[in-house]
């Protein structure tokens, strides 16, 4: 009933804001003079996971869903980013440099056992947790092309879908058997590109 986004004003100070799927109720719940990004709602919707930069660096917090009780998750002169709920709102994944290169984290829902997942060749992005659990959807570039993979929740099992010149923004169907994503590729000898959705059926 209710989305969340991000908007940039013309300090560009970037903040979220909730509105109905309507359209009304326009309400700005975060308020602070620098980058505020990737709102993502628990599954109970009571709850709102971000990305804020605070501090000099960019961190994982978690807010209520009316703004209130703002707090930070994720600790380290690193960048943490995209995190997604597990479906039971227990868990949060999300990707960080802290280890030198792009890897995918999980942690509990309240900042506790952060531990590493993806140990692969090549660097992570952009996880999305599957509706029904069993599986982290992630981006990869390695050897300079890109990937679109899934592993389990414990970093075990990983398989490349996809590649290309860019796979980039896995999104789940409702049931967690398919996936969608955008492709690019260069269009020869015309100086563009084209841009198409696909979509993949993991069975």
């Known amino acids: 009933s ?7 004003d013309s300090d560009y100070n970037t903040d979220i804001y909730l509105i109905d799927s309507d359209g009304e109720n326009l309400q700005r719940v975060t308020n602070f003079r620098d980058i505020t990004l990737s709102p993502a709602w628990s599954p109970d919707g009571s709850k709102i996971v ?4 605070r501090d000099s660096s960019r961190h994982i917090y978690v807010m209520n869903a009316d703004g209130s009780n703002q ?5 380290n002169n690193a960048v943490d980013y995209g ?3 597990s479906p039971d709102g227990s868990r949060i994944a999300f990707y960080s440099d802290r280890d ?4 995918i984290y999980v942690m509990n829902a309240d900042g506790s056992s952060v531990r590493r997942i993806s140990f692969g060749k090549g660097r992570y992005a952009t996880p999305v ?6 599986l982290i959807a992630f981006t990869k570039i390695s050897g300079g092309r890109f990937f679109i993979g899934v592993m389990a929740p414990d970093g075990s099992g990983e398989r490349l879908l996809a590649d290309g010149f860019l796979v980039e923004a896995p999104t789940w169907s409702p049931n967690g058997r398919v996936l969608m994503f955008f492709r ?11 841009t198409r959705l696909f979509s993949i059926d993991l069975t």
């Open 2 to 8: 209710r989305i969340a986004f991000t908007l940039t």
């Open 50 to 53: 971000f990305m804020s930069q």
């Open 71 to 75: 707090t930070r998750l994720t600790d």
């Open 83 to 85: 995190a997604t709920w």
């Open 100 to 103: 030198g290169n792009g890897e």
């Open 129 to 134: 947790w599957s509706p029904r659990g069993d």
């Open 184 to 194: 690019e590729t260069p269009l020869a000898n015309k100086g563009g590109k084209r």
